[in-house]
């Protein structure tokens, strides 16, 4: 009689899953817990369904292959699967699941930094800059934007040592691990502050990070050890400056700005025009004669009646333009320029 009942709660619990389709499995999937340490990310399962891994939203930490790479402290990475059950396939929700260190976090905390720092290893103690600061970097461009902006932050004088030499920030590209393109792995260590990555823009943005740094704590950072790169490969905003005149030096503005948090991608909108038209019909005016429209780039474009397609209160030649691209190109910025049509066009259709 107990073993009977026993197999009638078996057949019980097992059937509603039995019953579920590829979409139900897909979103109701257990996923098994990540050991400390593991190499492999342990499948979910599902009877009469087959599940496999789609991706993660760090492929630095875990591949297509469910392969784990090897984390400095507990970190959270969103997975996907697809689910296929009598012929049907369905993708499935992002579950959350946690990459956890070998050791428990110990020492200082985490930094509060501005898109957060992804890994911390605290370490003991801190690292104090002199009244000098001695940068070595193997870009040179990116040392002296780099050295002007510790000037900045730290009221100091910053100077530019060779590659190799003792420096208290020693910038350097690394071969190998799972950086990638944008990721960086600073050390903060008591005899100085090392910072590596695959590419330079995973040097800038570590950079980035090490001013918010001292912008908290002028003078020392804490000693510790972290691993970042983003989530997001495009990370930014689109600005109307065609609707709105905003000047080149605050365009530069908005770009540094942006790399202080490590926003890659400004789009902006070259035309546009005022889409209120029933405030100048009526008023008994023609909104497609008189509502505002620009164009913000320099052109040699006129129309037959001698109307310039460039806008006439404010416009960018177009050197100003191409050194603004290289401007926003030094700061890991790229510039996309929206020319709007065939709506919003009326700078376009005058002529």
Wanted: charged residues 20%; glycine residues 8%.
């Amino acid at each position: 009689m107990k073993n009977n009942l026993f197999l009638m709660i078996a057949v019980l619990a097992a059937s509603p899953l039995m019953g579920q389709d590829a979409k139900q499995i897909a979103d109701s999937l257990s996923i098994p817990p990540v050991k400390a340490g593991a190499k492999q990310l342990p499948m979910p399962s599902a009877s009469g369904a087959q599940i496999k891994l789609l991706g993660a939203d760090y492929e630095q930490l875990v591949n297509s292959k469910g392969k784990i790479a090897p984390v400095i402290s507990d970190t959270p990475v969103n997975v996907s699967f697809k689910v296929t059950k009598d012929g049907k396939e369905a993708v499935s929700k992002d579950y959350e699941i946690m990459l956890q260190a070998p050791q428990a976090a110990q020492g200082n905390p985490k930094p509060r930094i501005i898109p957060e720092i992804l890994q911390w290893k605290g370490g003991q103690g801190e690292y104090k800059l002199g009244n000098t600061v001695t940068v070595a970097c193997p870009d040179k461009e990116l040392g002296k934007l780099f050295a002007a902006d510790m000037e900045d932050v730290l009221g100091k004088k910053v100077k530019l040592v060779v590659p190799g030499a003792k420096a208290d920030i020693s910038l350097s590209l690394v071969k190998g691990g799972n950086l990638g393109k944008e990721g960086y792995r600073l050390q903060i260590a008591r005899d100085g502050v090392r910072l590596g990555a695959a590419a330079p823009t995973g040097l800038f943005w570590g950079t980035r990070t090490l001013l918010q740094m001292l912008r908290q704590t002028p003078g020392s950072v804490p000693c510790g050890t972290a691993v970042d790169f983003p989530r997001y490969q495009l990370r930014g905003f689109m600005l109307d400056v065609a609707r709105t005149p905003y000047p080149l030096s605050y365009l530069k503005d908005v770009i540094r700005t942006m790399a202080w948090y490590k926003m890659n991608d400004l789009h902006l909108v070259i035309n546009n025009n005022y889409i209120f038209h029933e405030h100048y019909v009526d008023n008994g005016h023609d909104p497609f004669k008189e509502s505002y429209a620009a164009f913000r780039l320099e052109s040699n474009m006129k129309g037959k009646d001698g109307t310039p397609l460039t806008a006439k209160d404010l416009f960018y030649t177009k050197k100003e333009f191409t050194d603004l691209v290289s401007y926003a190109k030094k700061y890991g910025v790229n510039i996309v320029p929206e020319f709007d049509t065939p709506g919003h066009a009326l700078s376009f259709t005058r002529l």
